[in-house]
């Protein structure tokens, strides 16, 4: 599946990546909805085995995450993205923190950031 319109970003599913500290959230946030632990455990495995999951722990992203303290007070979004930042991709989130310093973010970094709406395509919604 290919999301494309013109001035948006273009996925392919194989471009997907994401941070390794996105799946302790969503195993967290699982576990404080109740949901079934052996949905969460598959969820993780299929998360996994789809997409590239990048540790959170390298030292580029360590180093960049620092840096996001001044502009944001959640460490993990820090962390993702900083994820974003080293390994030159696109961010998709739905973070309200994120968005409302995402002009900032381009301009240090040249981090483009959209939430989902962003990437759908007119015929699409």
Do not use: W
């Not at 194989?14 to 302790?24: N, P, Q, R, Y």
């Not at 968005?99 to 699409?124: G, Q």
Request: proline share 2%; hydrophobic share 45%; glycine share 2%.
């Amino acid at each position: 599946m290919k999301f494309i319109d013109e001035n948006k970003a273009a996925i392919s599913f194989g471009d997907i990546k994401l941070s390794l500290i996105s799946l302790f959230e969503l195993q967290a946030k699982a576990t404080k909805l109740s949901i079934n632990i052996n949905l969460i455990i598959e969820g993780i495995n299929v998360i996994k085995n789809a997409f590239e999951v990048i540790p959170f722990y390298e030292p580029d992203i360590i180093k960049i995450a620092h840096e996001l303290r001044k502009y944001l007070t959640d460490y993990i979004d820090c962390i993702i993205i900083a994820t974003a930042i080293t390994n030159d991709k696109e961010l998709a989130t739905e973070d309200r923190d994120i968005h409302a310093i995402k002009s900032r973010l381009k301009k240090k970094y040249r981090v483009k950031i959209y939430s989902f709406n962003d990437l759908i395509s007119e015929s699409d919604k």
